[in-house]
């Protein structure tokens, strides 16, 4: 058997292991085990990026922008946050089509990338009136969304919401929290089969074009009894991509920060569930405020659910902004930090893992806030979204920061896919703030974020020969592009990181052995 075929057994064998919830089971084309989320990326792009780098850079699948006609937002400019106010289940946004965005799922599906569209289904806009994205029109004020159809009786009112104005005020009332509206957003009554129907059908026919699963926003905001009655109404996914019997994944957006009135663990029976504390935890070691070495036990036992309950990252949309979950988390505009807390979520077994790609914006910190948060997409004079440029180091222009093309990240992807199913061993830290391990004898990393350098003999646990690094460089053409470690008959290397480096890691793994054929990707 090949090399190649021995990981896709494997790899399956593993995914039916240990995936055993309804819809917690991830919908990865075989050895491919990290989604990344193009936030506000127009949907020809995606397509365009799913055949020529998310393909071939073994990336699973990516996380979009919420696919439905929105509320048009003009004051502020366009902002982001106007694709979380539906208005239709139309698909139709700035994003694109209908047509493209079918276009853009047989594509990227063609290559083995996935698609997970991210729903917005606990409420609709604010308030007033005009026209969705789709040319739709609505009525917040008089809760009127013919566009799907739903009118006021749709929505929770006083009989389910006792605030007085209908808004969340109190965090700590369970009730409050997912029977009134948040931030003034019109919550629908899930509780009622008809809203579920409709609910459903958005999702269904998403599925049906050939959507792999769901990132469902503001989950937290619903009752985990609605969302079960919801989902069991779903779609096996498209047999012309997938399986025959096999369902989407669903990770539910449910902030728990572990003081919450609303735990993470009601839902996690339901689908899986995404990890804020992660973020929050990752940010103090790597900004240096808690010793690395305390990651040796990094899991389940940091007060994080089951691996198998959760998508992890290091940040995301909303707390990069300040937003959902607060402030705190590393973000690129920390690059240094942010390469090396990404390189470690990529190289642990914890979770499934997420990597932001995100665009930049004129950040106007006030107080410790940043007062331009709202910004939308980089933007041509018509408002509509500016496509990405790619540079000869494959990194993107046009205001596009996309994370995902950073080698020190990308490589990760790929070291993660090479190691997966193994377990954590040979740990080794120098009593505060660097670390090493072996994820079996497919991988190894180390991680500098002292103050001082890394000098050391370690047992990587790797065959002997020489290994390119794929922090520094990459593996091409039989010749590391980068730096070498050479490892010994007895499994040991030495490593010298210098603490000044712009990047502190070392990571090496099977498939960037010199002398060996380069990976494929599948």
């Not at 979380?84 to 994003?95: A, C, I, M």
Request: charged share 20%; hydrophobic share 35%.
């Amino acid at each position: 058997m090949s090399d190649a075929m021995f990981l896709i057994v494997c790899s399956i064998a593993f995914f039916h292991s240990v995936y055993g919830g309804t819809f917690s089971n991830p919908t990865c084309a075989p050895g491919r085990y990290t989604i990344t989320h193009l936030f506000e990326w127009k949907w020809t792009d995606i397509a365009d990026e799913c055949e020529k780098f998310l393909g071939p850079y073994g990336y699973c699948g990516v996380q979009i922008s919420p696919p439905n006609e929105n509320r048009v937002v003009t004051s502020p400019n366009r902002p982001w946050w106007e694709r979380y106010q539906p208005v239709s289940y139309k698909l139709v946004t700035r994003s694109g089509t209908e047509a493209e965005f079918r276009n853009m799922v047989d594509r990227c599906n063609k290559v083995n990338v996935r698609i997970y569209a991210d729903v917005v289904i606990n409420h609709m806009t604010g308030g007033g009136s005009g026209s969705g994205t789709g040319g739709s029109r609505y009525d917040g004020g008089s809760l009127s969304y013919p566009g799907v159809p739903f009118s006021s009786w749709d929505f929770n009112a006083g009989s389910e919401c006792h605030s007085g104005d209908g808004d969340i005020h109190n965090y700590n009332d369970p009730n409050e929290v997912r029977n009134c509206r948040l931030v003034s957003l019109r919550d629908l009554k899930m509780s009622k089969d008809y809203v579920r129907d409709k609910v459903a059908d958005y999702m269904n026919n998403l599925i049906n074009i050939g959507v792999a699963g769901f990132r469902v926003d503001a989950a937290k905001h619903m009752w985990p009894g609605d969302l079960r009655a919801v989902f069991g109404k779903l779609h096996n996914l498209n047999t012309k991509y997938f399986n025959s019997g096999q369902k989407p994944f669903i990770f539910q957006e449910v902030i728990d920060m572990g003081g919450e009135a609303i735990k993470a663990a009601e839902y996690t029976p339901i689908a899986r569930v995404t990890n804020f504390i992660y973020g929050i935890k990752i940010a103090d070691v790597f900004r240096g405020n808690n010793p690395a070495k305390y990651l040796k036990n990094w899991g389940s036992a940091w007060g994080m659910p089951s691996p198998f309950d959760v998508v992890v990252f290091i940040d995301n949309h909303d707390n990069q902004r300040g937003h959902g979950g607060g402030g705190g988390v590393l973000t690129h505009f920390e690059h240094r930090a942010y390469k090396m807390a990404t390189a470690f979520m990529l190289a642990h077994p914890y979770g499934f893992t997420r990597v932001m790609s995100s665009y930049d914006w004129p950040r106007n910190i006030v107080n410790g806030e940043d007062k331009n948060n709202w910004y939308g997409p980089p933007h041509n004079g018509d408002m509509s979204i500016k496509g990405r440029s790619i540079k000869a180091d494959l990194s993107c222009g046009n205001g596009w920061t996309c994370e995902h093309r950073w080698r020190q990240i990308y490589n990760m992807v790929a070291f993660r896919n090479l190691v997966f199913g193994t377990t954590v061993n040979n740990w080794w830290d120098n009593g505060n703030k660097a670390i090493a391990f072996s994820r079996g004898n497919r991988g190894f990393i180390v991680i500098n974020d002292d103050t001082v350098d890394v000098n050391a003999n370690l047992q990587t646990g790797l065959p002997q020969g020489t290994y390119c690094d794929v922090i520094s460089g990459n593996y091409e053409n039989g010749a590391c592009t980068g730096n070498e470690v050479h490892v010994g008959g007895d499994g040991r290397a030495h490593f010298h990181i210098s603490h000044q480096s712009e990047d502190p890691v070392v990571a090496i793994h099977i498939g960037a052995k010199k002398g060996s054929p380069k990976k494929v990707i599948l």
